[in-house]
């Protein structure tokens, strides 16, 4: 749920910067940087950074307005380069060195705020050993999104995102004479 509403906010703040630059009849190209959180969020762990990174750099390639060059995994283009010189694959049949694309833009995002159960809603009934209950919560995220120049270091796009999400949840619970068990299942 959290990731999916980074997405979708992110993807907006593309449309935005796609209609900036194809206002000018171009198709530049566009490597996406690591993700910063700088919000605490307790879900952030090692690797979320290059995830969310490569979910925009999807949500970028499939609009059609980009050429996006890789940037989270650009360690596996060089080691492919490397092989091919190395005379190990057949001659003329492996990557080439020095023909990489370089970005015209540099795309950066940062996870500014996040809160879960912003709204939080929830009951249940029980009766005779067998228990039923849902759940709602609601999520918000703020995401600051550059996009830089790479020539000049300049922004030219910069907005700060905002997304809200829900999801919810069932659980049915069964208990007898002392023993019990229960389900839940949660979106």
Partial sequence: MKKLAIVAALAVAGIGFAGTVLARGEKPSVGVAEFKNESGAAWWRGG??????????????????FRVVERAKLEKVLEEQNLAASGRVRSGSGAQIGKLTGADYLVMGTVTSYEENTASTGGGISFKGISLGGKKSEAYIAVDVRVVNATTGEIDF??????????????????????????????
């Fill in 158 to 187: 910069s907005r700060t995102v905002e997304g809200r999400t829900s999801g919810g949840g069932v659980s049915v619970g069964v208990f007898r004479g002392g023993f019990g068990g229960s389900l839940s299942q949660e979106k």
């Fill in 48 to 65: 979320v950074g290059w995830e969310l990174s490569g979910m925009l750099s999807n949500e970028l390639s499939s609009t059609g307005s």
